[in-house]
């Protein structure tokens, strides 16, 4: 499932990018040139995961006068570089904004390389609006997109930590909030900020942060001089991610890529785990309850011993009753839409998905056509390099799990079937691997997974997070993978077989 990987690292950073503003900063006093002046400079700053250094971060700082008076450009260079499965890849950005003296972003330019996988976001404010345009270098790309946003009246950008603490600093206790762009996901965000305590940092007397931003769910915690400079930043529970200020010379050196692993063994196997009705594991978590990483649903049951969580999951069963096609009620809407990932409303995906199924109604009959189809004309890889969106994996026709389930969720929305895709963990071999499937709905969302055969799912796949596969929906599913990443361990508690016989481990 490189494709969650990918999005995961962008993502990360970008959790790790929030500062704060004290109290709303709607209509706040635009900075005087001379304040403007106090805010420019260059920062460099080490990116760690799991505390190696495997990349950078700059942010470069300098003033600039427009025809509407003083403002800010402000540029972002960033770089993290990772290993899967003995592949080293980055991720990196370039990202210049200009900032007016209220620091409300008027132009955005944003180029990013996601392994492999380049884009470009230019964006400007225009009566009201963040006018959105996004494109891509590369060959055969689809052409631009563009997106508006209603601009919030309190937009504005994180360096409105530095000119609080300019005009009249910040205090423990104080608690505020305000909306950003983030180019990195293409939305519009609200973060939410605590000031926890005062700490000190390599001698400097610093202010503790807490920030939560309302899209991803995501806290971070900031460590901010009495000059509003950020000194550390980290991510609690995510793969201990920490941003941390050095010189330019500390920043580069030393980089090595951070190998992810994509398994987790267990010590004991499982017998053929299709036959199994269901299966019992112990989650342990490195630091913090295990319980907050594996949600609740229909297939798996979660309970709290001590800070371990004990899994219960149950294999998929065919719906009773299926409903028919297309499905219209607005409660599956935002699983029916097209979205950047999924193409659903391309012509040669929707003449696809009308081929496969033909005059089929039967949303669980047709669900199956579809999902077989997928199995057998797409050629399975272990590990796609290129992550690719629907469109592309219909005409390679090759890829991971992950292309195999995107593409599942395309050709179904194509034809009105809602589709979401499912991340998670799942059995192969002594180990659980992270792995990619969709979740169906025929009358009830059922589970299937194209790249294994399986028209619906074994017990031993484990849920971790169930994605509409619009921007927010697939940044949060990345997130709740990397939480898991590095730091849970999995013991085999026991399984219930086929005629019902309960198998505790260590039974003959």
């Known amino acids: 499932m490189r494709r969650f990987l990918m999005v995961l690292m962008p993502v990360t950073i970008a959790v790790a990018a929030i500062l704060v503003s004290r109290g709303s900063v709607a209509g706040h006093q635009p900075a005087t040139a001379e304040e403007l002046d106090e805010l420019i400079g260059t920062a460099w700053y080490s990116v760690s995961i799991f505390g190696q250094p495997n990349g950078y971060a700059c942010i470069e700082i300098e003033r600039v006068d427009g ?36 620091l409300r972003p008027l132009k955005i330019e944003l180029f990013k390389n996601e392994m492999g996988r380049q ?41 409105i930590v530095a000119l609080k603490q300019i005009r009249e600093g910040i205090s423990v206790g104080d608690s505020f909030s305000y909306h950003v762009y983030d180019a990195d996901l293409g939305a519009i965000d609200r973060h939410t900020v605590t000031v926890d305590s005062r700490e000190q940092f390599q001698g400097r007397d610093a202010l503790l942060l807490r920030a939560v931003s309302e899209n991803l769910g995501m806290e971070v915690v900031s460590l901010i001089s009495e000059e509003g400079e950020m000194l550390r930043q980290s991510a609690p529970g995510l793969m201990d991610l920490m941003l941390e ?20 063994p267990i010590a004991d196997r499982l017998p053929l785990v299709r036959r199994l009705r269901e299966v019992r594991l112990r989650v342990e978590r490195r630091v913090g ?23 219960t999951v149950r294999r998929e ?65 272990p590990s796609e390099p290129r992550p690719m969106t629907s469109l592309e ?14 593409l ?18 799942a059995y192969v071999g002594g180990k659980f691997g992270y792995h990619a499937w969709n979740e169906v709905y025929v009358g009830r969302w059922v589970e299937m997974d194209s790249s294994w055969g399986q028209m619906t799912v074994d017990a031993g796949h484990i849920l971790i997070y169930s994605s509409a596969v619009d921007e927010t929906s ?28 309960e198998i505790e481990i260590g039974e003959n």
């Open 67 to 102: 025809p509407d008076g003083p403002g800010l450009r402000v540029t972002e260079d960033l770089k993290v570089m990772i290993s899967i499965a003995g592949q080293d890849l980055e991720t990196s950005k370039s990202q210049v904004t200009i900032y007016d003296a209220s």
């Open 119 to 159: 884009a470009r976001v230019e964006a400007r404010l225009e009566d009201g609006e963040m006018i959105v345009r996004t494109s891509s270098p590369e060959p055969g790309a689809p052409p631009p997109s563009v997106q508006r946003h209603e601009a919030p009246s309190d937009l504005t950008s994180d360096l």
């Open 245 to 264: 200020r050095v010189t330019e010379d500390e920043a580069l050196a030393g980089l090595v890529p951070f190998e992810i692993e994509s398994e987790i």
């Open 289 to 311: 309850p295990a319980a907050e990483l594996i949600p609740q649903s229909r297939r798996q049951t979660v309970s709290v011993d001590g800070d371990d969580a004990i899994v």
């Open 317 to 381: 069963t065919p719906p009773e009753e299926t409903s028919q096609l297309p499905v219209t009620d607005p409660e599956f809407t935002r699983y029916l839409e097209a979205t950047k990932y999924l193409q659903s409303d391309h012509p040669r995906v929707i003449e696809t998905a009308q081929e496969i199924i033909g005059d089929e109604t039967d949303a669980w009959a047709a669900a199956q056509k579809l999902a077989a189809w997928v199995r057998h004309n797409m050629t399975a890889v």
């Open 393 to 406: 994996a219909l005409d390679a026709l090759r890829g991971d799990c992950t292309e195999h389930a995107i």
């Open 408 to 425: 599942l969720a395309a050709l179904g929305r194509a034809v009105g079937l809602p589709t979401r895709l499912c991340t998670g963990l």
């Open 474 to 501: 697939y940044a949060r599913a990345s997130l709740a993978t990397g939480r898991t990443i590095g730091t849970v361990q999995l013991q085999l508690l026991g399984y219930e077989t086929a005629d019902l016989r």
